[in-house]
């Protein structure tokens, strides 16, 4: 590896309240609970751990630099306590994290059905993630934080104001621009007003699940014509509607790569490479004994994911989208194993593996 590859993740800094439940209540229906926890938590934190455990080759050596970039309550005692502290055990740096006063952390109650393998809900407050608004101020941030200049590799997800996700995308995703870096937009929550099109010109890599994929052709004034089949739980999207959908990505919008998340079913990809060719498949799940929390699996996938991008990267000579050469298969097979760890354990962060495990 010529260089130590930079990750900079932007993005949603949370404090989870989980709540494990036998069942989840009806309508005006009070039901002890069977635990509550608090965690360290949010889609970009979450992601940035992922990242940084990934790039861990053994207990003491770390070949990626990630860094995290995002806001916080300054007067919040679970960041200090917790939230800080974990990221940093992660190999996270939390130097571009901003503590704002008169706002709080941002929030997430998340309530875990134990009848139901597993499956969660969750509420989220934004808090400090509201305010990371300043595209300006971020854009600095992102491409010269820590004195460390433009990054390998961005992460981005949908849990800060969706006028700054727009216009990162925009800077880092321009042909004529002079940040070469390679962006992977995660789009969860999907923003009610959607993502333009236009704002996924050039895109790297895109990373949905089944759920998101439907949202983002529902609400994308281009594609609304374009048929979906409809969400059931027994019925998951076909290999064959995913290569349909993923072309019209490929062909409107120029993203090189978009993998679609199907939880049990497993992870598909569709890579369109540099010599016009598509390369795509359908990567089985991995089998797992017990499913004990799903809270952290998919944000464990990009993390993991991410990392393999940064290192590839790291390999190439010209800085930036050069993907032509990536082993995707196995990059998305790594981060699938990572999922499938995460999944047999309980909490988002703390389930994440470490890359040597």
């Known amino acids: 590896m010529s260089h130590r590859p930079v990750i900079r993740v932007i993005g949603s800094l949370n404090i989870d309240f989980v709540t494990r439940t036998p069942r989840v209540p009806g309508p005006g229906e009070t039901l002890s609970a069977t635990s509550m926890t608090v965690h360290p938590g949010g889609k970009g934190s979450n992601q940035a751990v992922a990242c940084g455990k990934a790039a ?56 875990v059905d134990e009848g139901a393998n597993g499956e969660n809900r969750i509420l989220v407050v934004p ?46 995703n321009s042909t004529t621009g002079s940040y070469k870096t390679c962006v992977i937009f995660n789009p969860a929550p999907m923003f009610p007003a959607g993502v333009p099109l236009a704002a996924l010109k050039g895109l790297a890599v895109l990373v ?45 919008a120029g993203i090189l790569i978009v993998v679609v998340t199907l ?35 998919g944000d464990a996938f990009v993390g993991y994911f991410a990392t393999a991008v940064a290192r590839h990267l790291a390999q190439v000579k010209d800085k930036g989208k050069d993907l032509g050469d990536l082993n995707i298969r196995e990059a998305v097979t790594r981060a699938n194993e990572a999922a499938a760890k995460c999944v047999q354990r309980s909490g988002a962060m703390e389930s994440i593996p470490f890359g040597y495990e």
Do not use: W
């Open 56 to 111: 861990f080759t053994s207990p003491s050596s770390q070949d990626v630099v990630v860094e995290m970039i995002g806001a916080v309550g300054a007067d919040d005692p679970y960041y200090a306590s917790l939230l800080k502290p974990t990221l940093e055990k992660s190999g996270v740096s939390t130097a571009g994290v901003e503590e704002m006063e008169g706002v709080q952390t941002g929030t997430a109650t998340i309530i």
């Open 208 to 252: 949905v699940n089944e759920t998101e994929c439907r949202q983002l052709f529902a609400s994308v004034e281009e594609l609304k014509t374009i048929p979906v089949s409809p969400h059931a739980d027994d019925e998951p999207m076909r290999e064959s509607e995913l290569d349909r959908l993923t072309s019209y990505l490929h062909d409107r």
């Open 263 to 297: 939880g049990s079913q497993g992870v598909y990809y569709s890579f369109a490479t540099p010599d016009g060719f598509l390369e795509r498949a359908l990567v089985p799940a991995v089998k797992v004994e017990r499913v004990v929390d799903t809270t952290g699996a």
């Open 127 to 172: 808090g400090a993630n509201a305010r990371v608004d300043d595209l300006d101020k971020v854009l600095a941030q992102a491409t010269n934080n820590n004195n460390n200049g433009v990054p390998d590799v961005v992460v981005m997800q949908g849990e800060i104001p969706r006028s700054t996700v727009l216009g990162l995308l925009k800077a880092f």
